[in-house]
Structure formats: C-alpha cells, structure tokens
C-alpha cells in the first residue's frame, strides 16, 4: 500500500498547480497560467504511470498463476462494481450474498488467489487474515484500474482545455475555460480523497489483523509455558 499513499500525496499537489495565474484582467478575473496548466497535465500523466505499475505490483503479490486472465478478469469485475457502486470491501468472498459477490468468488477460486491460504500448518486465524490480504490486494487493483482510466481521460481532457486557453484571445471565453480546468481539479481532487480513505482503510484492517496474530502468538507461547512448568 506504499505505493498507493506515495500517489495520493502527488495527487494532491494537483488541485493548486494550476492555479498559480501570472495574468490577471480586472479586479479578481483570473485566468489560468497556460504553463501552470502543463504542469498539473505532466504531474496527472506521471501518476498514470504510477497507478499502472501499481497495478502490476498489486498482481504480482497475488501470486496469480495467469497474469493476463487474472487482469481481465478483475478488470471486468471492476466494471461491473462501478455499475452497482459496490465496492471490494462490501463484498463477502467466502459467502457472497449477490450475483457481484458470487462473480467475485469464482475469479477468486479460478485464478487460485486463496491457494495459499489453504495450508494445513496455518491455524484458521492465519488463513482468515492471508485470506483478508488478498482480497486487499485485489481491491489495490480494481482502484488502480479505475483511477488510472480517471487519470488517462483527465490528462486528454487538461491538454484539450491548454490548447484552447493558449488560443484563447477573448476575456470571457478564457474565464469559461478556467472554470472547465477547475472543474476537473475539483474531480482530481474527489479521486484522491476516496482512494486515500481506501489506503487508510486498508492499513487499519492490516493493523487490526497484525494485532489479532500478536495475539494468538502470545496466547499459544502461554500454553507452552504452562505446559513445561508441570515438568519442572
């Protein structure tokens, strides 16, 4: 999840870099600086980049066998998700309750994502909590697929609006171009806060997972202490 939280804070950068305006026309009519614009279109194309290689590391630390069909795979499940507004986290894999759930079970046991998971030296709390990391890592996944097409189609849309602002010699069309960038800042800007809340939900049940396996190890350590103090 490192590299999640590494994108949320570059994304965050986003929503101010174009609004350092160097060309002011009347009294609080600003109009966006074409070059602060560039910027903000480079730093959302680096962070493309980034969410796509998120999205191989995610898939990698699944251990899926096939890689591509495991791609597709989430990535129609992703599809069908954003649909119903469902997300991963709403989702019971061992016992779904809905046809999405149920769609996402059969990617999960084709693609052998629990295999893992399964070993008969793994006591039931340590199957339960590798079993919660990968749907975690699936869930890295989905989001870095979504936001990455987010990014993809904001970049274009940001260098359509650069070029008509460069163009632009008229005052009111230019504010009315202004108002478009901000616009999608302001989308940017909603992206980040929800995959932030992921990242930090995420490392809250990995948290809370650590702790419940701390504590199982303490509780069997006691047990064999118990048991050798009946042979002293």
Same mark, same amino acid.
């Given at each position: 999840?490192?590299?999640?939280?590494?994108?949320?804070?570059?994304?965050?950068?986003?929503?101010?870099?174009?609004?350092?305006?160097?060309?002011?026309?009347?009294?609080?009519?600003?109009?966006?600086?074409?070059?602060?614009?560039?910027?903000?279109?480079?730093?959302?194309?680096?962070?493309?980049?980034?969410?796509?290689?998120?999205?191989?590391?995610?898939?990698?630390?699944?251990?899926?066998?096939?890689?591509?069909?495991?791609?597709?795979?989430?990535?129609?499940?992703?599809?069908?998700?954003?649909?119903?507004?469902?997300?991963?986290?709403?989702?019971?894999?061992?016992?779904?309750?809905?046809?999405?759930?149920?769609?996402?079970?059969?990617?999960?046991?084709?693609?052998?994502?629990?295999?893992?998971?399964?070993?008969?030296?793994?006591?039931?709390?340590?199957?339960?909590?590798?079993?919660? #990391?990968?749907?975690?890592?699936?869930? $890295? /996944?989905?989001?870095?697929? =979504?936001?990455?097409? @987010?990014?993809?189609? +904001? !970049?274009?849309?940001?260098?359509?609006?650069?070029?008509?602002?460069?163009?632009?010699?008229?005052?009111?069309?230019?504010?009315?171009?202004?108002?478009?960038? #901000?616009?999608?800042?302001?989308?940017? $800007? /909603?992206?980040?806060?929800? =995959?932030?809340?992921? @990242?930090?939900?995420? +490392? !809250?049940?990995?948290?809370?997972?650590?702790?419940?396996?701390?504590?199982?190890?303490?509780?069997?350590?006691?047990?064999?202490?118990?048991?050798?103090?009946?042979?002293?």
């Amino acid at each position: 999840m490192k590299l999640v939280k590494k994108i949320t804070l570059s994304l965050a950068t986003v929503a101010t870099m174009a609004t350092q305006s160097h060309a002011i026309f009347g009294v609080g009519d600003i109009v966006y600086d074409p070059a602060a614009v560039a910027q903000a279109i480079k730093q959302v194309t680096l962070m493309k980049k980034q969410y796509d290689e998120a999205k191989k590391t995610a898939l990698a630390a699944c251990g899926a066998r096939d890689a591509v069909k495991m791609y597709n795979d989430v990535k129609e499940l992703t599809k069908v998700m954003e649909e119903f507004k469902v997300e991963m986290s709403d989702l019971n894999i061992d016992n779904p309750k809905s046809k999405i759930g149920a769609m996402a079970k059969q990617i999960f046991e084709e693609n052998q994502i629990f295999d893992n998971c399964n070993s008969e030296f793994q006591s039931p709390l340590q199957q339960q909590v590798c079993k919660d #990391s990968q749907v975690r890592n699936v869930s $890295e /996944i989905a989001t870095a697929m =979504v936001y990455s097409d @987010e990014l993809g189609k +904001a !970049a274009n849309r940001l260098k359509e609006l650069s070029k008509k602002l460069a163009n632009s010699k008229d005052l009111k069309a230019s504010q009315d171009i202004g108002n478009a960038i #901000s616009l999608e800042l302001a989308q940017l $800007e /909603i992206s980040r806060s929800r =995959v932030d809340m992921m @990242e930090k939900s995420n +490392a !809250a049940k990995c948290k809370a997972d650590q702790e419940r396996l701390a504590q199982e190890k303490c509780k069997a350590i006691g047990k064999l202490q118990d048991k050798s103090s009946l042979f002293k």
